[in-house]
């Protein structure tokens, strides 16, 4: 198996923009959809963003679409999520996960891999 590696969180102000970045090393990154997960204490996680394997087709959340990107570079084995116009309720852990396609992220219950998290903290 492989492991995924995300990178970029951090505290910023209220309508700043981040990038998070996720990593893929041991795994065939090119053949998986891959998505963005956050969870806040007490919340459940929920799918945020995802990517289909060859970048052809996205998926977000409501709140989410207009300020939020996702995008992959299959040769860097790597996948990205642009976060703009940043709100508080937009703090959480942010997890990177994949699976086959973007419908079995949805669920979130056939996970191939998850990375460990990125805390994304914003403040008012």
């Known amino acids: 198996q492989g492991q995924l590696v995300e990178s970029g969180g951090g505290l910023v102000q209220a309508g700043d923009s981040l990038r998070l970045s996720c990593e893929a090393s041991g795994l065939s990154f090119s053949s998986y959809a891959m998505g963005w997960f956050r969870q806040a204490p007490g919340k459940e996680r929920e799918l945020v963003a995802a990517?289909?394997?060859?970048?052809?087709?996205?998926y977000y959340t409501d709140p989410e679409k207009g300020r939020f990107t996702i995008s992959r570079d299959n040769a860097k084995k790597t996948v990205y999520l642009r976060m703009n116009s940043l709100k508080p309720e937009d703090t959480a852990v942010y997890y990177c996960?994949?699976?086959?396609?973007?419908?079995?992220?949805?669920?979130?219950?056939?996970?191939?891999?998850w990375g460990q998290g990125t805390q994304v903290t914003v403040s008012s």
């Open positions: 990517i289909s394997p060859t970048g052809s087709s996205t």
């Open positions: 996960a994949s699976d086959t396609t973007i419908g079995l992220l949805l669920s979130g219950l056939t996970v191939d891999h």
